[in-house]
């Protein structure tokens, strides 16, 4: 009687270990790594994109505050201009009121009350001979020689003005631009944590390479904005 031939059974267990030496497979952990990557580049543009809106933000309230304080000045100037000419108008008026009622010496009180910066074009007005020259300006107001510094301030001021506004403007388009960069990195965050979640591997990859792509896009947009 023959001794019966043993035969060695290996479990099942361990044939499928030998198939598959890992629970999760090589490019499994390809996948999870590239998701944690994806996950860990988006949160740092995105807080980089959310400090950006912050710091423009800030430019804009500071270029429209200044902006304000200046047009104020401007108004001020301005206020200034328009009674100093009143006062110009006055005293001209009296003074031609004394000049045509032959008072002399009471224009001559009004004259010497003219401000300095009126005399110039006081002078230069007389200098047509209004009195006898039908062609001369009507008044001393109406000279080129009449010239306000107030006024001028005034528009000094207002371009100036002018242009600490558009300098708020273009600081507040920046801002929603950086804004605009963070749904971006919105969406890469949802696609990249997303995929963690799923087991079907094509799906997987579709989830990581959209994400991917709009992490690019967004990278590359915000590389076109200034930095504040």
């Known amino acids: 009687m023959g001794v019966p031939h043993a035969h060695a059974h290996v479990p099942h267990e361990l044939t499928e270990r030998e198939e598959h030496p890992s629970a999760v497979s090589r490019m499994e952990r390809r996948l999870e ?9 988006t949160t740092v543009a995105t807080a980089w994109s ?43 008026d009296e003074w031609l009121n004394a000049e045509r009622g032959g008072d002399a010496k009471l224009a001559k009180v009004y004259e010497r009350r003219f401000r300095p910066a009126f005399v110039p074009a006081f002078r230069a007005w007389i200098a047509q001979k209004p009195f006898t ?27 100036q003005a002018d242009g600490l506004y558009e300098t708020g ?14 749904v971006f990195f919105a969406a890469v965050l949802f696609f990249a944590g997303i995929s963690l979640r799923l087991a079907w591997r094509p799906l997987r990859t579709f989830v990581l390479g959209l994400a991917t792509l709009m992490l690019l896009a967004g990278t590359l947009f915000v590389a076109t904005l200034p930095v504040a």
């Open 33 to 41: 790594l590239g998701a944690v990557l994806l996950l860990s580049i």
């Open 169 to 182: 403007t273009e600081a507040k388009s920046n801002d929603d631009r950086y804004i605009l960069s963070t």
């Open 50 to 92: 959310g400090y950006q809106a912050a710091r423009w933000s800030g430019e804009q309230s500071q270029h429209y505050a200044r902006a304000s304080a200046v047009r104020v000045k401007a108004q001020q100037q301005n206020t200034a201009a328009g009674q100093l000419r009143i006062d110009d108008l006055l005293y001209f």
């Open 133 to 159: 020259n039908p062609d001369a300006v009507p008044g001393p107001l109406y000279m080129p020689e009449y010239r306000s510094a107030e006024a001028a301030a005034a528009r000094r001021l207002d371009v």
